[in-house]
């Protein structure tokens, strides 16, 4: 193949699809889009409202009382994830085939990773709620998701929406629990779907290889945030698209280095995650003979 033409703005909208996929963590907790995005200096701020409660009127045509909105702030601190390649002129013309399978779908996956890594930062930092009693023992482990998901419903989480995260080392124990329902085996292109093992106790049980050994977090969706801002677009020369999606953003860069006679592509993200609500997140952690 004699060489290419790309297409930033096609490039850039296939990227953030790709990248969808590739998600796993971020694809389960609330998401910051770039519209929402408030901060400077490489720092944004989610505004999460209090919990509100009715209140009753002892009797009718008695004033009503008035609460004003209240919101907690919660900040991000965003760092910028890239993948940059360099493609010789020989590379351009003798080797690159399929610019998406060879060049885009391998730093897409870089980027994902990075995403997923700030993610699992985030849920690793969470102090544990309580130890594992005893992994090996599907019994005791049983009781210790129990006690997870109680804490979870008394803390009036939705139903819908809960997920477990696991270490591999978790996931063996968990599909030893009789109550554990495997999920369906079909083929999918979505990492995530990939990543669900199965349900127990209304928990979506997925597996997550950057989550600490011996680790499970039970979590609602709104326990966690991953906040996703593209790049500004460069002023020079260079080709330059921005693409959003669900609330990921990605910048893709085009260009070339006359001095080393090569093509530069770069696709980047500013990301971060936080904890949002402690109330709705509930971490595992190693074992009491650890």
Request: net charge negative.
């Amino acid at each position: 193949m004699a060489g290419f033409i790309v297409d930033t703005e096609q490039v850039a909208s296939l990227a953030v699809d790709l990248l969808k996929r590739e998600l796993v963590l971020v694809a389960t907790v609330s998401r910051v889009g770039a519209d929402d995005y408030k901060g400077s200096g490489g720092r944004t701020t989610l505004r999460v409202p209090v919990r509100r409660t009715a209140k009753t009127q002892p009797t009718p045509g008695d004033p009503i009382d008035y609460t004003a909105v209240d919101e907690v702030p919660v900040p991000f601190d965003l760092v910028h994830l890239y993948d940059a390649v360099r493609l010789t002129d020989e590379t351009v013309t003798l080797d690159i085939v399929d610019f998406g399978r060879q060049v885009l779908e391998p730093m897409v996956s870089a980027v994902a990773e990075g995403g997923e890594g700030i993610v699992a930062d985030v849920m690793n930092g969470v102090v544990p709620s309580f130890p594992w009693t005893d992994l090996t023992d599907a019994t005791k482990t049983r009781d210790d998701v129990l006690a997870a998901r109680e804490l979870l419903a008394s803390a009036d989480v939705p139903s819908g929406a809960r997920y477990l995260a696991c270490s591999p080392s978790v996931t063996t124990a968990l599909l030893k629990i009789p109550e554990f329902v495997k999920a369906n085996e079909s083929g999918s292109d979505s990492a995530l779907r990939e990543a669900i093992i199965g349900r127990v106790f209304s928990l979506t049980v997925l597996e997550s290889s950057a989550l600490d050994p011996d680790t499970a977090v039970a979590y609602h969706r709104s326990g966690f945030a991953f906040a996703s801002l593209g790049p500004a677009l460069p002023q020079g020369g260079a080709a330059a698209s921005s693409a959003v999606d669900g609330g990921v953003a990605l910048r893709i860069l085009y260009g070339f280095d006359p001095g080393i006679l090569s093509d530069i592509v770069a696709i980047s993200t500013f990301a971060g995650a936080s904890l949002v609500d402690a109330d709705r997140v509930v971490r595992i952690g190693e074992t009491e003979s650890s």
